[in-house]
T-cell receptor, first 111, second 114 residues
Framework: KNQVEQSPQSLIILEGKNCTLQ??????????LRWYKQDTGRGPVSLTI?????NTKSNGRYTATLDADTKQSSLHITASQLSDSASYIC??????????FGTGTRLQVFP | ETGVTQTPRHLVMGMTNKKSLKCEQH?????MYWYKQSAKKPLELMFV???????ENNSVPSRFSPECPNSSHLFLHLHTLQPEDSALYLC?????????????FGPGTRLTVT
């Protein structure tokens, strides 16, 4: 069964600290993997997208990694800011047009 | 702003009401999507339209009826909903249908069915 699992479900950190969010998937055949940020009451916004051949991609303070062999991805946030408080959703696409969404990690950054 | 707008942002309706959600994209995209997002559950794809033609219906109950009059507009007509239909309904668009095309999401409509 094609699944995307994210951990932790929720995370609280202090402003300025780093954190890492995890995404494990069992999707096959793999096409690409995206990380989205979703602020409360808003739609998801894409942070990064990685294909099979890419193992790291950065977008400002966000760095995503991909290990296609172990089917794991992580999103590392450096020097967190209050505005990083949001849900982070891992989305894996497979076959030709299917997307599998994770349930997300709820991140709260406190001053 | 992502270039995708949704109205209304909030909607409360009774189970016997009929209402419609509207989505408009200003990105020149050809594919549009409806998603349902319930608490603590992954986004669920409901419908996909590619060049105004419905290409996917993920076993959505008939009380949800989509309409795509052109590539820029997408509607979701609602009637005789159930309380479990309360959720955030998200619209998205992409250049074309397919996993290589990034989807841009609207802000969503928070629907409450009483």
């Amino acid at each position: 069964k094609n699944q995307v699992e994210q951990s932790p479900q929720s995370l609280i950190i202090l402003e300025g600290k780093n954190c890492t969010l995890q995404c494990n998937y069992t999707v096959s055949p793999f096409s690409n993997l995206r990380w989205y940020k979703q602020d409360t009451g808003r739609g998801p916004v894409s942070l990064t997208i990685m294909t099979f051949s890419e193992n790291t991609k950065s977008n400002g303070r966000y760095t995503a990694t991909l290990d296609a062999d172990t089917k794991q991805s992580s999103l590392h946030i450096t020097a967190s800011q209050l505005s990083d408080s949001a849900s982070y959703i891992c989305v894996v696409s497979f076959n030709t047009d299917k997307l599998i969404f994770g349930t997300g990690t709820r991140l709260q950054v406190f001053p | 702003e992502t270039g995708v707008t949704q109205t209304p942002r909030h909607l409360v309706m009774g189970m016997t009401n009929k209402k419609s959600l509207k989505c408009e994209q200003h990105l020149g995209h050809n594919a549009m999507y409806w998603y349902k997002q319930s608490a603590k559950k992954p986004l669920e794809l409901m419908f996909v339209y590619n060049f105004k033609e419905q290409t996917e219906n993920n076993s959505v109950p008939s009380r949800f009826s989509p309409e795509c009059p052109n590539s820029s507009h997408l509607f979701l007509h609602l009637h005789t909903l159930q309380p479990e239909d309360s959720a955030l309904y998200l619209c998205a668009s992409s250049q074309r249908q397919g996993p290589t095309y990034e989807q841009y999401f609207g802000p969503g409509t928070r629907l409450t069915v009483t």
